[in-house]
């Protein structure tokens, strides 16, 4: 076993606090155009209009540097000793946490989105995650850190357990929030939001509105014309591996 899987560092995208807060932008910028377009006639309509795309643009960004936070899992004999901490300094509370071998019950495998994580389960309920360790390629596409794999490390965890006196439980599957109601419901209102953005940009781009040889707008259609579909493929993505780990639990559950 190698010593360096005893130390495992990754950064962890919060997508299940970045769509809902997300879609919760998207319905106050709604509410506030509407009003603004409610009471346009009574002079209040400019001054709607700017607040609302001020606090729309400041909870975007405060949105975006929030999601993401460094996961620092450090194992001896004592246990897993875990560091989570905002990546943006005061974009968040760090949380600190000992977590003795005698208490972990579950090790799962569990997708956030497009994320591939591994999720400790304690005896009174609380989970911990850790998202695989990505390197970027020489095309700038992130992809899984050979030297780290996440099975690796979990295999070190249970090796180092087991030394101690403490018999660990094998990896399972699990579902996250993408693959239980809630999650599934914000995916499709991210759906269905998407649908009249992408149409109205094929609108405007067949109208003539925009120009895609304009300095990166190119990339901005592209973007909106693909937003239906990268939703679409999410919430399958999601359907399907709901589906395959109800079924292995059904299979796994003995028969009464």
């Not at 919430?235 to 591996?241: D, G, P, T």
Request: with cysteine; aromatic share 8%; net charge positive.
């Amino acid at each position: 076993m190698s010593e360096g899987l005893t130390d495992y560092q990754a950064t962890y995208r919060r997508q299940e606090f970045a769509l809902p807060a997300l879609l919760g932008v998207l319905a106050v910028l709604a509410a506030g155009v509407f009003a603004g377009i409610k009471l346009y006639s009574a002079g209040y309509g400019a001054p709607i209009f700017f607040t609302t795309i001020g606090v729309c643009l400041f909870a975007l960004l405060a949105i975006l540097l929030s999601v993401f936070r460094a996961h620092h899992w450090a194992v001896d004999k004592d246990g897993i000793h875990i560091e989570e901490r905002p990546s943006v300094p005061l974009m968040g509370l760090p949380h600190r946490a000992t977590l003795p071998f005698s208490e972990l019950v579950a090790f799962r495998h569990v997708e956030s989105g497009f994320d591939r994580l591994i999720e400790v389960v304690t005896r009174d309920g609380r989970t911990y995650r850790m998202p695989q360790k990505m390197l970027k390629n020489p095309a700038g596409i992130p992809s899984p850190d050979p030297a780290a794999r996440l099975d690796d490390f979990v295999a070190a965890i249970r090796a180092i357990a087991a030394r101690s006196g403490h018999g660990l439980p094998e990896i399972s599957e699990g579902l996250s929030f993408w693959n239980r109601p809630a999650g599934l419901a914000c995916q499709a209102i991210m759906l269905l939001v998407s649908l009249p953005i992408a149409a109205a940009t094929a609108f405007a781009l067949f109208d003539g509105g925009i120009k895609p040889g304009q300095p990166r707008g190119g990339q901005a259609i592209a973007i909106f014309l693909l937003l239906p579909v990268g939703a679409g493929y999410l919430m399958v993505k999601s359907l399907r591996r709901r589906r395959a780990v109800l079924a292995s639990l059904r299979a796994a559950t003995p028969a009464s």
